[in-house]
């Protein structure tokens, strides 16, 4: 069974920076991390989860266009690792954030929560104004 664990969460003043990690675990890690999508979502209370920025099964970043240039999706393959690089942060960008691993996604379809099975627990962001 697949397990992914965030960390790298916390506080941070409006313009700052924070790396998010996705640890990957579990059997056959290097077939599953490499031949599927991951993706970074975010959810505040009350409102739906969303895609923030994903990585597709043959490794093609995909941002939403309100992170895009500001957040950098990427992958260490030898330590089974999903990353998060956020920069310029905004009070507005304060939400849980979470990882999430699916195989064979493409496209738009990388930024779909229903698309993924498989999920870590999250880790809070929050940017203060």
């Known amino acids: 069974q697949i397990r992914l664990v965030e960390s790298g969460g916390g506080t941070v003043q409006t313009g700052g920076s924070l790396n998010l990690s996705c640890a990957v675990s579990?059997?056959?890690?290097?077939?599953?991390?490499?031949?599927?999508?991951m993706g970074w979502f975010r959810q505040v209370p009350g409102k739906e989860r969303e895609g923030i920025a994903s990585?597709?099964?043959?490794?093609?970043?995909m941002y939403i266009d309100s992170v895009k240039g500001r957040f950098t999706i990427s992958r260490d393959t030898a330590k089974d690792i999903l990353y998060l690089h956020m920069t310029s942060l905004r009070p507005e960008d304060t939400a849980m954030y979470y990882c999430?691993?699916?195989?064979?996604?493409?496209?738009?379809?990388?930024?779909?929560?229903?698309?993924?099975?498989?999920w870590g627990q999250g880790t809070q962001v929050t940017v203060s104004s």
């Open positions: 999430a691993a699916e195989e064979g996604l493409y496209g738009l379809d990388t930024l779909r929560p229903e698309a993924y099975d498989t």
């Open positions: 579990g059997s056959n890690i290097g077939s599953y991390y490499l031949g599927y999508s």
């Open positions: 990585s597709d099964s043959d490794g093609r970043p």
